[in-house]
Every structure is written in C-alpha cells, then in structure tokens.
C-alpha cells in the first residue's frame, strides 16, 4: 500500500532545473547603408542604380515593403527580387504597425534567401527605423520577437 502512495507523489524542490546546452550564435553585426535617396524624386531610379552598379554589383538584391491602409486597417508586406526570381506578398494581423510588419518583410526576405542559398543579399527597404533597430539591435530582454527572428 505505501509503494502506491508513493508512485503518485510529485517531486518538488525550490531550485529550478538547468540543462547545459551547446548555442550557436546567430546573431551578429548588420551592416546597414543609407542612400539618402529621397523616394518619389524623379531621378531616385537612376541613382539608386548607380550606387548599386558601384557599391553591390555583386550582390542579390531584394525589396522589401509594408504597408497600413488606413480606411480598413489592413496590414500587408511585399518582397520582390528580380535574380532570383521571388515575388511574395502576406496579409498580416490588422492591429500590427507599420514598423512591425516592415521588420516582418525583411525576416521574409532573409528566409527567402535562405531558402534560394543566397550567399551575398543586399535588403532593400524604405523603412529607415527598421535600419536603425535592426542596426543598434543587442541580445537583451526588451527585444521583441520581430527583431529577434530578423536578426537570425
């Protein structure tokens, strides 16, 4: 009778357990470029062309947008790439914000590199906070969970 008893008893104890754990490390330094280029000039296009003909010639380049419309609330990302080929759009949750969903685009876009073995990838994107926290981002407990998978 007392062996019963003790079969269903729960073990307790006031430290928590610890597992040691081989981590690799996956974050690391982004290199971030501001173009200053000014986004419905007219000659936007061309000089965005020649920093990329000067400064990544060799890279793959991939846009990233988001996007709110303000009547409906509607939230929606767009990653383009001409070589290679990838053109992919997502509807995400209504209440997410611009910047979120901007952070979203570029975590897709860096799977999508992942996914086509893309070795030397250029991001593309108009959302200059977005550079800056992805530029200033630290392993602490304040980073959101957007910022932790884009940084992957």
Not at 52 to 76: E, H, M
Request: charged share 25%; hydrophobic share 35%; with cysteine.
């Amino acid at each position: 009778m007392e062996t019963r008893k003790q079969a269903y008893k729960i073990w307790s104890s006031e430290l928590l357990p610890t597992f040691q754990k081989d981590t690799v490390q996956h974050a690391h330094c982004i290199n971030t470029v501001n173009s200053n280029l000014q986004k419905f000039k007219t000659k936007t296009p061309n000089e965005f062309s020649e920093i990329i003909n000067r400064q990544f010639k060799n890279y793959n380049i991939i846009f990233t947008d988001a996007s709110v419309d303000n009547a409906t609330k509607f939230v929606g990302v767009g990653i383009y790439s001409e070589n290679p080929k990838i053109k992919y759009s997502e509807r995400l949750p209504d209440h997410w914000s611009v910047f979120s969903a901007e952070m979203y685009a570029i975590g897709r876009a860096i799977v999508c590199a992942e996914e086509k073995k893309i070795k030397n990838l250029l991001i593309a994107s108009d959302s200059l906070s977005s550079i800056q926290k992805l530029k200033k981002w630290r392993i602490d407990s304040n980073n959101n969970i957007i910022s932790v998978k884009v940084e992957k």
